[in-house]
C-alpha cells in the first residue's frame, strides 16, 4: 500500500474515532539492515535502509489532558493523561509513545492532550524495526503538535531512551536514527560512536533487495542477546580497550589466549563485521555488486559459527539464495534467532528467486515464507 493511501485511510479512521479531521498525519517508515549486524552495542558500524513500510499517525490536540490512542493493527485503544509524571502502562504498546510523551517534557516542552489513530505496514518483531517506526512516528507528531522541532539527533536519542526506559529494551541508535535521517535511494553509513551518517547511494535500477521472512522467531532471543553483550565486554576487557570498536584483528590473535574460546569467538564476528561493513558502504558506492554480495555471505557465515544467533529456518533461506542465477548475497539481518534474511537480487532474477524461496523453504522446514521487495525510502515526515 503507498504512504499516500495509508495516510488517506487512517485519517478515515481518526474522523470516525473522534469526530471530526486530524489536523496532522505523520510517517515514519521501517528499516533493513544491509549489514553490521551486532556491532551497534560495540560502538561500531552498520548500513541501514529505510524502507517504504510505514508507522502512520492522524492526530489532533483536545482541550483536555487526556491521550486517547487507537492502534488499527492492534485493535485496541490506550488513554492516559499527560500531567506529569508519566508511568508505564497498559496496554503495553502504550509505552512505547508514553516514553516519547516523556522525553518531550523533560526537555522541557509542554505537551496537551491529543488524540490519535495508529496503523502500520511494518510487521511486528519481523526484525523491521515496527518499534522505532512507532517512537519516531509519535515524536514526529508531537513535533507538529507543540510547534517544536528537534534536531535529528536529539530527536533519536529521544527516541531511544523512550525505548530503554518504558518499554524495557536496551537496543542500540540504529533503528531510531536511519527512521530519521535515511534518505530515498540511499543506504545510511552510521557510526554508533560518533553518531555521524554518510549516505551511500543506492541508485543502480539493475539491483532489487528482497526481504524474505521466515515467519519464526524463537524464544531464546531476549537472553542470548544479553549474553552477547557480555561477551562483547569480556572480550573488550581482556584486550584491554573500551569496546570491541577499538579492536584490530591482529590485536584480537595476539590476545587470543588471554580469553576463553566463546569470546575469542563473539570478538573476531564484531571485529570482521565491522571491516565487512565499512567495505560494503565503498563497494555499494562503485555499484561492485559482486563485493557487496561477498561480503553479505561472509556475514551470515560469521553470525552462524562465531556469534551463534542464527537458526535452521534462516540457515535453509539463505542456502535456497546462494546458487540461484542472478543472486549476489544473502544473509540473516535483525538480531537474529528467526525474523528475515535480506538478499541482493538481479532484478531479472527477482520472479524465480521468489518461486525457488518460496517453494524451497516450505519443503524443507513445512512453514510460508513472506517475501518482499524493499526500496531505499526517506526518513520520518509530516504528510499533512
Ligand atoms: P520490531 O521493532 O523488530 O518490530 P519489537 O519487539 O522491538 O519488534 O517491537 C514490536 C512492538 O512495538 C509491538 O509488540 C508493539 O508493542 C509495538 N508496536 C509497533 N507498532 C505498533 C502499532 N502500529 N500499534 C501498536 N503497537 C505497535
Ligand atoms: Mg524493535
Known sequence: MSLESMAERTAELFARCFGHAPRWIVAAPGRVNVIGEHTDYNDGFVLPMAIERYTVIAGDRNDSREVTLHSVTTGETATFNVREPLTRGEPSWSNYVRGVVAGFQQRPI??????????????????????????????????????????????????????????????????????????????LLLDCRSRTTIPVAMTDPSITVLMINTNVRHKLADGEYAKRRSQCQTAASALKVPFLRDASAKALKAGRSKMEPIAFRRARHVISENERTREAAWAIQAADWATVGRLMYASHDSLRDDYEVSCQELDVMVDLAKPIRGVFGARMTGGGFGGCTINLVAVEAVGEFTQTIRNGYAQATGKKSGVFICSAADGAERVQ
Open 110 to 187: 509542554k505537551v496537551p492532550g491529543f488524540d490519535a489513530v495508529i496503523a502500520s505496514t511494518v510487521p511486528f518483531g519481523g526484525g523491521l524495526s515496527s518499534s522505532a517506526a512507532l517512537e519516531v512516528a509519535t515524536a514526529t507528531l508531537l513535533e507538529a503538535i507543540t510547534g517544536e522541532k528537534l534536531e535529528p539527533i536529539e530527536k533519536a536519542l529521544l527516541c531511544q531512551k523512550a525505548e530503554h526506559e518504558f518499554a524495557g529494551v536496551p537496543c542500540g541508535i540504529m533503528d531510531q536514527f536511519t527512521s530519521i535521517l535515511a534518505r530515498e535511494n540511499h543506504a
